[in-house]
């Protein structure tokens, strides 16, 4: 019944560091959504399609991040080794109160648009300049519901801002579903459950404040998302040094230690077992 009441508190709390358009207050484990970080050939292009999404552009220090409630995004000069699609991060999916009036606006500015496959008018899709597709999901409707393993179904509230994220969907090989599912529970803290679409059936997924994370069998086996268009996420952490050294005690292995940088935030760097390379921060909030 604790545990019940504290997944009830949560979301009320999470709901409401959105509406201030701000990094959501972490889990028990200390964990949020912190950012997503893209390597792009044309900065500005992509910088004007992100700002047309809905991103407010702030400085941090001498650097622009592109902030939206509960996430931001990078974007740095580089050639990648393709696109989203194709590594073990298929897309990246936002919340918006009402699809087709977002597709009709992206595509009078210019974005090519797609409706969803279900033909419902509650899911579409939104391509960048370098041609990455961002997925769009309606408020309220049963492709943002998600149901805990073992709690109750809390049904969303209305949203209060114009975007924000919901989803980034994982394609993993075929019997790694529950493995996946697990390992972000345990390590960061996620809620177990499943994440509903069109058709059944749902999807598995970890729920951390500010993102679902979504998880699809898929034949064979998907590129890294290192050097890729998407090349990490990121997740903001409570005393991250101490998350650093919990998660080396637990056998896992940085790909770079903890850090403190001249601006005050703190970095470390990892990879999921299946090639998820995960930006951890401490400080992003502060934006």
């Not at 809620?191 to 970890?206: E, F, H």
């Not at 903001?236 to 040094?241: H, S, V």
């Not at 005050?264 to 998820?276: K, S």
Request: with cysteine; hydrophobic share 45%; aromatic share 10%.
């Amino acid at each position: 019944m604790r545990w019940v009441i504290s997944v009830l508190c949560l979301a009320v709390l999470w709901m409401a560091a959105v509406a201030k358009a701000q990094l959501f207050p972490p889990n028990p484990a200390g964990v949020a959504m912190g950012h997503l970080h893209y390597n792009v050939r044309n900065v500005e292009a992509n910088r004007k399609f992100w700002i047309a999404l809905g991103a407010q552009p702030v400085m941090m220090g001498t650097r622009e991040v592109l902030r939206f409630p509960g996430v931001l995004v990078f974007l740095t000069q580089a050639e990648s080794s393709g696109g989203t699609e194709g590594s073990v991060v298929n897309h990246v999916a936002f919340r918006v109160p009402n699809v087709p009036q977002s597709l009709a606006r992206l595509k009078a500015a210019g974005y090519k648009v797609q409706e969803g496959a279900s033909g419902t008018g509650k899911v579409g899709n939104v391509f960048g300049p370098e041609d990455e597709r961002i997925e769009l999901m309606e408020d309220q409707s049963v492709n943002v519901k998600f149901v805990p393993d073992k709690a109750p179904y809390v049904q969303p509230s209305k949203m209060t801002v114009p975007i924000t994220l919901h989803h980034i969907h994982f394609y993993v090989p075929a019997h790694s579903v529950a493995d996946v599912k697990a390992w972000y529970v345990k390590m960061f803290g996620g809620i177990p459950g499943k994440r509903y679409k069109t058709v059944d059936p749902p999807y598995d997924a970890a729920d951390l404040p500010g993102v679902n994370l979504n998880v699809s069998e898929v034949p064979g086996t998907l590129a890294p998302i290192k050097g890729r268009r998407l090349d990490h996420i990121g997740f903001e952490i409570e005393n991250l040094e101490a998350f650093c050294k919990k998660l080396e005690a637990s056998g896992i292995k940085l790909d770079a230690p903890y850090r403190k940088l001249p601006s005050g935030i703190a970095n470390a760097y990892l990879t999921d077992p299946w090639g998820v390379y995960i930006e951890l921060t401490e400080g992003l909030d502060r934006l």
